[in-house]
């Protein structure tokens, strides 16, 4: 049994204590620290099994007993509680993005080097069940080579602006999980990004230093085009679709709902809305990413999400954020030189 640390109590921290106890098998949920933690949040944790609760996470980093600690605190201590964490000999599951500092990444790696710790980073899309498809179909060939990659994303509302103001940007918060995306289904690596964007949804988010609404162009090292589309509201749900079409035919993927019911009469043809938001869309993605990793472990395999992984989804990301300030396609040679 794989004993399980996680530092971080807010919504995702959640998400992964509940996926771990109810349905990860051969893992187990020891301690959950979190410096805001209260008695509300308390019980919850104790009504799941937790064992230990804390407001200090070197409580579980000092834990012999614990193999594996999952990393789902604010972005700016994912680095270096990562760092700590390694050098503690724990296996690492780190919450997107590792940091919003290129730097910083680089300093996770270089601890690692040597290292015998996993490292993941929860870049959760890749294990879900129509983003799978969509790769098998490209890796298998089946849609010959790769022309075009079409990714929609739109989330159904916009995050309070007190998030925007600490969240990075929406290339290095919303976005990231759409670069991740363009690796993960063409199987290539990006050569330049072009971005445009605007404020359409809350002005607020203008005047916090963000934008809400965007169009990002991306060339692939093999000359295919990616193309994303972003926007924090969709008043219809979680919108998340994506396409791969190339020299054979397309593979397409379209919304999950509720059920794939449409009914039709003399007022028109409807069906249901999309499911509302990631935690109704992505629930089993969760729970497959970390099944994987406890499989990693366990078994003594790479884990599927890599350091490399999480530095190049936010080097993309930090070039779509220097192509629209500068209102001009960026090369990554650019970023890391």
């Known amino acids: 049994m794989i004993n399980v640390g996680i530092i971080g109590a807010g919504r995702i921290g959640k998400v992964h204590c509940e996926s771990i106890m109810c349905y990860v098998k051969g893992a187990t949920v020891k301690s959950v620290a979190d410096p805001f933690m209260n008695d509300e949040t308390e019980k919850w944790l104790k009504g799941m099994g937790v064992e230990k609760t804390t407001k200090d996470y070197h409580d579980i980093l000092n834990d012999k007993d614990i193999d594996a600690v999952l990393i789902c605190s604010s972005t700016d201590t994912h680095a270096p509680i990562s ?30 080097q040597g290292s015998k710790v996993k ?10 069940h129509n983003f799978m498809a969509v790769r098998e179909a490209v890796k298998q060939g089946k849609i010959g080579a790769l022309n075009v990659l079409k990714i ?39 050569e330049s990004v072009f971005a445009m964007g605007g404020v359409m949804v809350d002005k607020a988010i203008g005047e916090a230093g963000d934008i809400d609404t965007a169009v990002i162009t991306l060339r ?14 969709a008043t219809y749900g979680y919108d998340q679709r994506a396409e791969a079409f190339g020299e054979l035919g397309q593979v397409a993927i379209s919304n999950d709902c509720a059920s794939n019911a449409v009914i ?35 078994n003594d395999k790479d884990v599927p999400v890599s350091i490399e992984d999480g530095l190049q989804a936010v080097v993309i990301g930090v070039a779509a954020k220097k192509s629209l300030q500068e209102g001009r396609p960026v090369r990554l040679d650019e970023i890391i030189k």
């Open 119 to 128: 490292y993941q980073v929860g870049f959760n899309r890749r294990f879900d």
């Open 83 to 112: 760092i700590e964490a390694i050098k503690a000999g724990k296996h690492v599951f780190c919450e997107k993005p590792v940091d919003h500092d290129i730097a910083k990444i680089n300093e996770v790696k270089k601890v690692l």
């Open 152 to 190: 929609c994303s739109r989330d159904p509302g916009a995050p309070p602006v007190s998030y925007i103001k600490v969240s990075g940007g929406i290339f290095l918060d919303m976005t990231i999980h759409d670069f991740d995306m363009v690796r993960y289904l063409s199987g290539e690596e990006v």
């Open 220 to 233: 692939l090292k093999s000359g295919a085009l990616a193309v994303i589309d972003n926007c924090r509201r």
């Open 264 to 298: 039709s009469n003399s007022d028109g043809v409807t069906a249901e809305k999309p499911l509302l938001f990631f935690l109704e869309r992505y629930m089993q993605a969760y729970v497959n990413e970390i099944n994987q990793f406890i499989d990693c472990i366990v």
